[in-house]
T-cell receptor, first 114, second 115 residues
């Protein structure tokens, strides 16, 4: 079975632009979470979706938004990019949403804002 | 709020040495605790977990025991290999309703194992 797939793998954007990152969970997994990992830091929680509904939101500005589609794939959108948005964006899927079931992480999208 | 504190790295060990990476946490309620590993250029992989006090998680020779009295979850391995070189993250989840939870991570500890 394919793991969690994220696209694109790398991306360079200019300040003020908009970006869309995509994630396909493991087949059968209904929950997708997004994390931001700044270089040298641990991942920070952005959003969690389960059954297409937002179940949690981290301490990120409204420039960050996400959605989950009927096939359980997900998009993370970031508007008005800032230099500080440069990071590795990780997607994680799980069967039900609870962390105790175990999250499977993708390899991430490396976003560079110049 | 919830937080996880890990020992600063990098940790440099010779192959077959004993490994300890310290992790302590602050959380309300009764969190579940995790260790994740990140190899260069890859995402995070779950290494082991413990969901209640005194539980011991173990995998691939690594183990960690959930110590509620000291709010700790230290990672240990008796004999490290070069292939264990990676960044290790301690994490907790304290709002697990079965359908919603989030992970709070430490800053990570880089382990480098040399021959």
């Amino acid at each position: 079975d394919a793991g969690v797939t994220q696209s694109p793998t790398h991306l360079i954007k200019t300040r003020g632009q908009h970006v869309t990152l995509r994630c396909s969970p493991i087949s059968g997994h209904k929950s997708v979470s997004w994390y931001q990992q700044v270089l040298g830091q641990g991942p920070q929680f952005i959003f969690q979706y389960y059954e297409k509904e937002e179940r949690g939101r981290g301490n990120f500005p409204d420039r960050f938004s996400a959605r989950q589609f009927p096939n359980y794939s997900s998009e993370l959108n970031v508007n008005a990019l800032l230099l500080g948005d440069s990071a590795l964006y990780l997607c994680a899927s799980s069967p039900w949403g609870g962390a105790n079931y175990g999250y499977t992480f993708g390899s991430g999208t490396r976003l560079t804002v110049v | 709020g919830d937080s996880v504190t890990q020992m600063e790295g990098p940790v440099t060990l010779s192959e077959e040495a004993f490994l300890t990476i310290n992790c302590t946490y602050t959380a309300t309620g009764y969190p579940s605790l995790f260790w994740y590993v990140q190899y260069p250029g890859e995402g995070l992989q779950l290494l082991l977990k413990a969901t209640k006090a005194d539980d011991k998680g173990s995998n691939k020779g690594f183990e960690a025991t959930y110590r509620k009295e000291t709010t700790s979850f230290h990672l240990e391995k008796g004999s490290v290999q070069v292939s264990d070189s990676a960044v290790y993250f301690c994490a907790l989840s304290d709002r697990d309703t079965g359908t919603a939870s989030k992970l709070t991570f430490g800053t990570g500890t880089r382990l480098q194992v040399t021959l």
